[in-house]
C-alpha cells in the first residue's frame, strides 16, 4: 500500500491533468487512502478530465462505490461545491457538458 501512496504522490505533484486522471484516483484506491481519493474524485477539473476519455468514465462508479462501501462518500457534495467555487464554475455547467 506504501507503494500506491508513493507512487500517487508522485503524479499529484507532477505530470499533465491527463496523467493525473489517470493515476491518482488508481493509487490512491489501491492504498485504501479514502480521504484523499474522495477529495481527488470531488476535484471538478479531474471529474471533467475522467468523465471526457471513455475508459476513465467506466473507472467513475467503481471509485465511488469504494467509497460508499466504507461510508466515505457523505460529505462529497461539500468537497464538490468548494472545487466549483474555487475554479469559477457552477454545478449546473458541469451537468450539461456531461449530458
Not at 65 to 83: F, G, P, V, W, Y
Amino acid at each position: 500500500m506504501e507503494a500506491h501512496r508513493f507512487v500517487g504522490d508522485f503524479f499529484e505533484e507532477g505530470g499533465t491533468l491527463l496523467r493525473q486522471a489517470q493515476e491518482l484516483p488508481w493509487q490512491r484506491a489501491q492504498s485504501l487512502d479514502l480521504e484523499d481519493l474522495m477529495r481527488i474524485m470531488s476535484r471538478v477539473d479531474m471529474f471533467m478530465m475522467l468523465q471526457a476519455d471513455e475508459i476513465l468514465r467506466a473507472d467513475i462508479w467503481s471509485y465511488y462505490e469504494l467509497l460508499k462501501q466504507n461510508d466515505a462518500h457523505r460529505s462529497i457534495a461539500t468537497h464538490i461545491k468548494a472545487s466549483c467555487m474555487e475554479l469559477g464554475i457552477r454545478l449546473v455547467d458541469i451537468y450539461t457538458r456531461c449530458v
